[in-house]
């Protein structure tokens, strides 16, 4: 009986100095918590204990990037490539810092020796893809988007772009679907909801276009800046007439009009009365064919 009160009286002591430990614990936790409050602490805080340590320059980089810190970015890319020259990330970061810059070959250069350390680099595919695209060349930077998207299904921004490239090349029920599948990954992305919209309420293939999904895309994406950007509307009413609600593409262009006000340039300013003028007919806008 003795052994027993022994046994319980050892037992609660143990439960008692695991809850103590347990308390310490959280404590440390919660105060390095505080320490870091954010993740350019942590990374900064790992640099100076560690200077090569090339992942968390690489991570400070694309933060202070992200805020238009280039130099001080490019220094931290710099180094983490001085820690291990074949990291991929370091190199597709240099490349998206010199495109900023305008320094458009370099930027080539890197986001392509990116892809010689690891050809499987989402990423790197969409960015050079969105480099090509900037220098016009279209039919280059849709294989570069294709690989991306291909690698990563999930990849939202890299469908958007295959959607853009394949819209610019006329291959408009391709660039639909790119888009949808952009939208599928991303529901809030408001510009593909519009360039949707736009080409279900006005291709010239009746194949393509979608009235009533046209206006519940253009509906969503008007709704997100409170029915008060002038191309969100303009989408609406173009969206409205190709359903055959022509009062309420009139009332929509009107205002997408108004909203514009003597800012829109000249030659937007006419296209967007032409289509007025064609609702106010009963008749939808139709685009030209690429």
């Keep these: 009986m003795t052994g027993a009160k022994h046994t319980s009286r050892n037992a609660s002591l143990s439960l008692g100095l695991r809850g103590v430990v347990l308390a310490v614990l959280f404590a440390l936790t919660w105060r390095r918590a505080l320490v870091y409050e954010d993740a350019e602490t942590i990374w900064r805080d790992t640099l100076r204990r560690n200077p090569d340590a090339f992942i968390a320059s690489d991570n400070l980089g694309a933060l202070l990037l992200a805020r238009g810190e280039l130099g001080s970015a490019t220094t931290l890319f710099e180094n983490a490539l001085r820690a291990k020259p074949d990291h991929a990330e370091g190199l597709d ?14 930027a080539a250069s890197y986001f392509r020796d990116a892809l010689r350390c690891d050809p499987h680099f989402p990423n790197a595919h969409n960015n050079l893809g969105t480099l090509l695209a900037q220098q016009g060349r279209t039919a280059e930077a849709l294989e ?3 690989q991306a998207a291909r690698l ?3 990849f939202a921004k890299a469908q958007q772009n295959r959607g853009i490239v394949l819209e610019r090349l006329g291959r408009t029920s391709e660039a639909v679907d790119a888009y949808r599948e952009a939208l599928r990954f991303d529901p809030g992305a408001r510009d593909v909801e519009r360039r949707v919209a736009w080409i279900l309420a006005t291709d010239p293939d009746p194949l393509v276009r979608n009235g009533a999904e046209a206006v519940r895309l253009a509906q969503s994406a008007s709704l997100a800046v409170g029915d008060n950007d002038p191309h969100a509307l303009d989408v609406l009413a173009a969206a409205f007439a190709e359903s055959g609600r022509f009062d309420d593409a009139v009332r929509t262009a009107e205002r997408a009009l108004q909203l514009a006000g003597t800012s829109a340039a000249g030659g937007a300013r006419d296209a967007a009365e032409a289509r007025l003028a064609l609702y106010r ?10």
């Design 93 to 106: 970061n240099l490349g998206l810092v010199r495109q900023r810059q305008g320094r458009l070959d370099e």
């Design 144 to 146: 570069h988007f294709d």
């Design 152 to 154: 990563r299904p999930s």
């Design 281 to 290: 007919a009963g008749r939808p806008f139709r685009r030209l064919a690429e």
